[in-house]
């Protein structure tokens, strides 16, 4: 099958607006039934409400995405001991997907992670999403084993001594680290929240 979807002419990332909200729930309902489409493993993953969504506030950088002033992904990130970046959400909308929100947002968490000087983020993801692990592996996560970095192996041990286990059943943990700043950001001076992705 073709898919002959257009990259969006503008992307746009904010801060959660209660106006989006709305919208985010929606999202979150078509995201839920493409999960109970691929069967057992991932099909059990519920909808967050406006409730759950507004709730996330409070722990997390919530970050939406508008292509072309629409709705279409957002994440949710938080600092955790020992200043490593932890990935709670990444969603794009079915019918935004391919077109750059994903990296987009991403992109934005990197950046605000970098400024507090953290060098790694976490993901916990659904071993059977095997699209998320796709699009993960693409943009340069591994699963978290003896090779990473001191940082993300602190992390784990400190979810592990907690009580609350890092990676719940068939779910992975998956790491990477956050590159240096583009030398092009450099040169965007104040571009604000808005930028373009082609």
Partial sequence: MHDERTAPKRIRVTGLQEAQLPAL??????????????????????????ADLAALTRRHDVRVAEADDEVAGYLAWRDEAPGVAVLEELAVHPDH?????????????????????????????????SWAQT??????????????????????????????????????????AIPPQRPEALDEGDGGDERSES
């Fill in 25 to 50: 729930v929606a999202l979150e309902q078509a995201c839920t039934a493409t999960h109970r489409e691929a069967g057992p493993g991932v099909s059990e993953i519920e909808a967050r409400t406006l």
């Fill in 135 to 176: 699009f993960y592996e693409k943009k340069g996560f591994q699963p978290l084993g003896e090779g990473a970095p001191a940082k993300v192996r602190a992390w784990w041990s400190e979810q592990e001594a907690s009580g609350s286990p890092p990676a719940r059943a068939g779910e992975v943990i998956l790491w990477a």
């Fill in 97 to 129: 997907q391919r077109g750059g929100i994903g990296t987009r947002l991403l992109a934005e968490l990197q950046d605000r992670a970098r400024e507090l000087g953290m060098e790694q983020v976490v993901v916990r993801s659904r071993e059977k999403a």
